[in-house]
Structures are given as structure tokens and as C-alpha cells.
């Protein structure tokens, strides 16, 4: 088993293993402070020359269409598997990706271009409202405003609230918030459903945070994106006529981090406490 982390969203991942992982095996190594503890696990599968197949998985043991940052470490792990020397297609639930290895601590990937422009919400819960913009990028995103202070954002408070509402159906939402910097900067904190918390980075939230921008003409490309975790993305590419990019790609931060041998003391999964509501 391997982990590895992408700005900090970090992940598990199995080469080829013999059988998928079950559910309650996930959720168990996933978990944090008793086990290995991860954002997701993924499974890889080789699927021709350069071309890879992804599987994978909330920390809760649900299935994701599309992670971009698991994405962009499964790209880090096929080269360190030897697999490929090149670029590499990433196969996922959302469709093929190509990628490629930058240098030791950066992976590109290029980015499909836009089907849907991101609309405007407002879901309310006990009678205020929670104005944002939403829009699909492989993952469901509900996207905040935020004119002053990231930091003060209230993500514990808004994010379970937000994720589940009705207005985005059985499926939820992942939620992020938005300070707009300049036209060539952003920031972002996001809480992602499966994870049920906030996370240090979310490839796909960025992705929609800038599509947003762009789409709101409050964005121009180059645009770098800051993260909780403290890394930096960087978003290439170039608008058509529609408003929307045609051609883009996110470059940021992949690396292994280790190898590990998980032992069975990783699958115990402790009891509620009796006062957890």
C-alpha cells in the first residue's frame, strides 16, 4: 500500500491488488487517529501503454466519479511504479485524463473543457439564505463568496449544513469558499462530502472555483490558487467565444510520501463513545 498526498489531500492507493477493497476496510484505514488515516483510497489497474485505470473512494468508504488530486498522484505513482515514463492517461469515473510529471514535486493535468456554466443558488436554512454558485467538474460544488478574511470563514458551521441540503439532492455537495485576491489570484478552504470536514486542498474545487471566476469575468488566466494546506495551484489556458475555457490544465503538488504495510491493528474500528450524539 502506498500513501501519498496532493497539497495535502492525502491518499492510500493499491497496485493492482488481487480484489477491490470492501468498504468497511477503507473506512477503517482511512480513519484517523486510529489507523492510517486518509482523505481516499484509490486503486490503480495498468490498461494498455501510458493508459491507467482509477478507482476511487471517499474516506467513508463511498464512491467519487472524480478526484483531481488523487488523480494527479496516481499519475506520481505510475512513474514511480515504472509503468510509464511518459505522459500518462488516468482513466476515472469522470472520464479519461492525460497528465504529466512536471518535475519532483509538481504533476499537470489537463483539464476537459466546460459543459455546463456555474449558476447561481441560494438554499436557505432557518429562514437565511446562503447565496453562491453552482457547477459540476466531475464533483458537485457549491461555491461562497468571501470579501474579507479567509480565516473567519465558517466553514464548520456552514459546511454540514451546506453539503446536505435538499437543494442539491441525495447526492450533496462538496461546499467551498471563495476570496477572490486579484484577477490572477484566488484562495479556497473546502468541505468535502465523503471526508465530511474540511480538507487541506481539493483539485476539483479549485477547478470549479476558477471556472467560476472565469465564467463571472472576475478571472483571467493565469490564475494561481491557494489552499489551506499552503500550496499553490497554477490554472493554464484559454477562453472561447462562450465565456468558458476551451483548453486548460492545474499544476500543483503530487508526491509519494510512503510505503506502508498496514497491520491488523489497522482495521479495528473502536465504538462510538456513549455521549457521541
Known amino acids: 500500500m502506498y500513501r501519498l498526498s496532493g497539497g495535502g489531500n492525502d491518499f ?68 514511480h ?38 449558476v447561481v443558488r441560494i438554499p436557505s436554512w432557518q429562514g437565511e439564505g446562503f447565496p453562491g454558485r453552482f457547477v459540476v467538474t466531475g464533483v458537485p460544488h457549491f461555491l461562497r463568496p468571501v470579501a474579507g478574511d479567509l480565516g473567519a470563514a465558517p466553514v464548520t458551521l456552514e459546511g454540514p449544513i451546506l453539503r446536505r441540503h435538499p437543494d442539491f439532492g441525495i447526492p450533496g455537495t462538496n461546499v467551498d469558499w471563495v476570496r477572490t485576491v486579484s484577477p490572477h489570484q484566488l484562495e479556497i478552504r473546502t468541505f468535502e462530502r465523503g471526508v465530511e470536514g474540511e480538507t487541506l486542498a481539493c483539485g476539483s474545487g479549485v477547478m470549479a472555483a476558477t471556472l467560476a471566476g472565469i465564467a463571472a469575468g472576475e478571472l483571467v488566466f493565469p490564475v494561481e490558487v491557494l489552499t489551506a494546506g499552503g500550496f499553490r495551484f497554477r490554472l493554464d489556458g484559454t477562453v472561447g467565444p462562450s465565456g468558458l475555457p476551451v483548453a486548460w490544465s492545474l499544476t500543483g503538488d503530487a508526491r509519494l510520501v510512503a510505503v506502508v504495510t498496514p497491520e491488523p491493528g489497522a482495521l479495528a474500528v473502536p465504538s462510538p463513545a456513549r455521549w457521541t450524539p
Do not use: K
Open 12 to 79: 492510500l492507493a493499491l497496485a493492482e491488488p488481487a480484489a477491490p477493497p470492501s468498504r468497511a476496510d477503507i473506512r477503517a484505514w482511512c480513519r484517523r487517529g486510529v489507523s492510517l488515516g486518509a482523505d481516499g483510497l484509490f486503486t490503480l489497474e495498468r490498461n494498455g501503454a501510458d493508459r491507467v485505470r482509477m478507482t476511487y473512494w471517499n474516506g467513508d468508504g463511498s464512491d467519487a466519479d472524480l478526484c483531481l488530486n488523487g488523480t494527479r498522484c496516481a499519475a506520481r505513482l505510475v512513474h
Open 81 to 118: 511504479l515504472g509503468w510509464s515514463t511518459g505522459e500518462v492517461v488516468v482513466e476515472t469515473g469522470a472520464g479519461p485524463f492525460r497528465t504529466r510529471i512536471v518535475d519532483d514535486q509538481n504533476v499537470a493535468i489537463e483539464l476537459p473543457a466546460p459543459t455546463e456554466t456555474p
